[in-house]
């Protein structure tokens, strides 16, 4: 028989795990709005943080269902099609040229077979501007350089000892916000590859991004993406994410060379795609960037700093 003190303290317990996963989930939530963008309904509200896990039964949870009419039409390669006869999406595994696993683990379905959103309810169920259920994924490139004083060396701030960083940066067409270069991955294409695509058709513009699919091996660009380090593959804060359907990235850090600067200045920034502009920006923690690319830039500059300090020990 199970004492009484044996089964509080496991029930303590439990609720102790809820609530760090609660606390873990609200720092992945500040982006998602009280309106679903692109003429969305209002979401489900209030969703109080013991509640956002599926592992809190909630019985009166009854979000309104919206995927955009682009999707419902079926003629996007890029888009799944409605649950119903003929599709069978493989959660969790590769499902033919579509990635259908998460970077955070495996996810779970409810009992109609929909996957759930790994980090709790959103108060919107379908995919709303998103195409795949489950994980849609993207690809981020943070491009990075060490600052560099009039005599074109390594800038060393006497604040700190610590050389300054600069990263390009993109303004979205869509929203205005700051952002890292990206998008999402297409069809059989790996993040890598999605990544450097995304910066050539966003900062460099289409007449680079032609060059990039004629000859993606030619040799500038294999100068321009030499050094490539993946920093992180993770969920991400966006206001499109639905109980059903959500963002993962995979972000690809390029530390460049002066070398590598010169030919960056030879071919300009002329932006395009989703891209209004683009330019260099300084590094500064407090910077607000689009949904969770300031997380991003921060875990790459911790990395790129390490790496600084490991080679220049006496600085």
């Known amino acids: 028989m199970i004492s009484l003190r044996y089964f509080y303290r496991r029930v303590a317990s439990r609720t102790a795990i809820l609530k760090m996963e609660a606390a873990a989930m609200l720092n992945l939530r500040q982006n998602l709005t009280p309106w679903y963008p692109f003429g969305g309904p209002h979401r489900f509200s209030p969703i109080p943080m013991d509640q956002v896990s599926w592992d809190v039964e909630w019985t009166s949870y009854k979000p ?33 040229k579509v990635n259908r696993k998460s970077y955070t683990g495996m996810y779970k379905l409810d009992k109609d077979g929909y996957p759930l959103n790994p980090m709790g309810r959103t108060g919107l169920s379908g995919r709303g501007s998103l195409g795949r259920w489950g994980p849609n994924h993207a690809a981020d490139c943070v491009m990075t350089r060490w600052k560099l004083d009039d005599k074109k060396e390594v800038f060393i701030s006497p604040d700190d000892n610590l050389p300054k960083l600069e990263f390009i940066a993109i303004v979205r067409l869509d929203t205005g916000e700051v952002a890292l270069p990206g998008g999402m991955v297409d069809q059989g294409e790996d993040p890598v590859t999605a990544a450097k695509r995304e910066f050539v058709e966003e900062v460099l513009g289409l007449e680079y991004a032609d060059l990039w699919r004629d000859s993606p091996l030619n040799e500038d660009m294999t100068e321009v993406f030499s050094n490539e380090k993946i920093v992180d593959r993770c969920y991400v804060d966006d206001r499109r994410n639905t109980d059903n359907a959500w963002i993962e990235t995979c972000a ?15 071919m300009k920034f002329r932006s395009g795609s989703d891209a209004k502009s683009a330019c260099w920006l300084d590094f500064n923690s407090k910077l607000k960037l689009y949904a969770s690319h300031s997380l991003i830039l921060n875990k790459t500059v911790t990395l790129l700093y390490d790496e600084w300090k490991k080679e220049n020990p006496s600085k």
């Open 252 to 266: 690809v850090n390029f530390h460049i060379s002066s070398k590598t600067l010169q030919i960056l200045h030879k």
């Open 64 to 96: 309104p269902g919206f995927t955009i009419p682009a999707i419902l039409a079926g003629d996007k390669e890029w888009a799944d099609e409605e649950f119903g006869e003929g599709f069978d999406p493989q959660f969790n595994w590769e499902d033919a």
